[in-house]
């Protein structure tokens, strides 16, 4: 698999979170390393430590931000017992190759993550796409994965590329599938909008609407937990380049923008996504169809 892939990329289960900040937090556990290095919960680091230098906000502390639960990506339902993951692992190897001891994970709602109104943090994993509006009010590196959007549907519906414009679909509120839906593929009947990823499932299962649109990955993720009850049955070449977030104006930008080609040169990127990553979606999203965009 290419550093920069094909495949999708998301989180399971945003939850309602509102739109301020939540104050809990958690770090890495602050251990060592067989080499004297510090650890980072169940994360295999790679690179050299300390090669290159980021000023954070907190001495000593890579402070993250992400919207919990989002397994796959965070592995725990609250930061203190998040110690694994593929965004947490990337996190890690950020602060090992910027010689930053901690991690601190810091739970915030999705909306307000994608418009800017967080402060104190350095940077954010939470496999976004980097788009012009985001642009406007946060700093992003060069990408590290591509992703693309799926559709989610109850396991007896027959749905098809044809048929999604007259079924009642439900979209994440400013997500890139919410412009996507509105603009472009444009159903019959306007999308229902949601601020969690838990509040679209639920009301799909209770049939008040008829299937998700959301990354690939994120409804495979859905898909393989609740089981039998719904699936995957197309996806869209619609989405963007996931890309590290930081605060606009951030002077980390081009330090991470470093760390992350260099992780893309090394192998870093695909490794972490096949230890952290891979096992948790139950399929391969390229063998998923490709359905037309109109």
């Given at each position: 698999m290419?550093a920069?892939?094909?495949?999708?990329?998301?989180?399971?289960?945003?939850?309602?979170?509102?739109?301020?900040?939540?104050?809990?937090?958690?770090?890495?556990?602050?251990?060592?390393?067989?080499?004297?290095?510090?650890?980072?919960?169940?994360?295999?680091v790679?690179g050299?430590?300390?090669?290159?230098?980021?000023?954070?906000?907190?001495s000593?502390?890579?402070?993250?931000q992400?919207a919990?639960?989002?397994?796959?990506?965070?592995n725990g339902d609250t930061?203190?017992?998040?110690?694994?993951?593929?965004s947490?692992c990337?996190?890690?190897?950020?602060?090992?190759?910027?010689?930053?001891?901690?991690?601190?994970?810091?739970?915030?709602?999705?909306?307000?993550?994608?418009?800017?109104?967080?402060?104190?943090?350095d940077?954010?994993?939470?496999?976004l796409?980097r788009?012009?509006?985001?642009?406007?009010?946060?700093?992003?590196?060069?990408?590290?994965?591509?992703?693309?959007?799926?559709?989610?549907?109850?396991?007896?519906?027959?749905?098809?590329?044809?048929?999604?414009?007259?079924?009642?679909?439900?979209?994440?509120?400013?997500?890139?599938?919410?412009?996507?839906?509105?603009?472009?593929l444009?159903?019959?009947?306007?999308?229902?909008?949601?601020?969690?990823?838990?509040?679209m499932?639920?009301?799909?299962?209770?049939r008040?609407i008829?299937?998700?649109?959301?990354?690939?990955t994120?409804?495979?993720?859905?898909?393989?937990?609740?089981?039998?009850?719904?699936k995957?049955i197309?996806?869209?070449?619609?989405?963007?380049?996931?890309?590290?977030?930081?605060?606009k104006g951030?002077?980390?930008?081009?330090?991470?923008?470093?760390?992350?080609?260099e992780?893309?040169?090394?192998?870093?990127?695909?490794?972490?996504?096949?230890?952290?990553f891979?096992?948790?979606?139950?399929?391969?999203?390229?063998?998923l169809?490709?359905?037309?965009?109109?």
């Open positions: 290419p920069i892939t094909s495949r999708a990329a998301g989180l399971l289960g945003v939850t309602a979170l509102g739109l301020g900040l939540l104050t809990a937090c958690g770090g890495s556990d602050g251990g060592t390393a067989a080499d004297g290095s510090p650890s980072y919960g169940e994360c295999k790679s050299a430590y300390g090669a290159h230098k980021l000023t954070t906000v907190e000593g502390v890579l402070t993250i992400a919990l639960p989002a397994p796959g990506d965070y930061p203190q017992n998040v110690r694994s993951g593929y947490y990337l996190a890690a190897e950020i602060a090992h190759r910027a010689g930053i001891p901690r991690l601190e994970l810091t739970n915030v709602s999705f909306d307000a993550l994608v418009s800017g109104r967080t402060k104190d943090y940077l954010t994993i939470y496999q796409y788009t012009p509006e985001r642009e406007k009010v946060a700093d992003f590196t060069d990408p590290y994965l591509n992703v693309k959007s799926g559709v989610l549907v109850r396991s007896d519906s027959t749905l098809d590329a044809t048929t999604i414009k007259d079924a009642r679909i439900g979209i994440l509120l400013g997500s890139v599938q919410d412009k996507f839906v509105s603009e472009q444009k159903p019959a009947q306007q999308a229902k909008q949601y601020q969690s990823i838990n509040d499932i639920t009301a799909l299962r209770a008040q008829d299937a998700v649109i959301l990354d690939t994120l409804v495979m993720l859905n898909a393989r937990q609740i089981g039998d009850a719904v995957v197309g996806q869209y070449p619609v989405g963007g380049d996931a890309a590290i977030m930081l605060p951030s002077a980390n930008t081009a330090g991470v923008n470093t760390i992350v080609g992780m893309k040169a090394d192998g870093t990127l695909d490794r972490v996504f096949k230890e952290q891979q096992s948790f979606l139950g399929g391969d999203p390229d063998d169809p490709e359905w037309p965009v109109s």
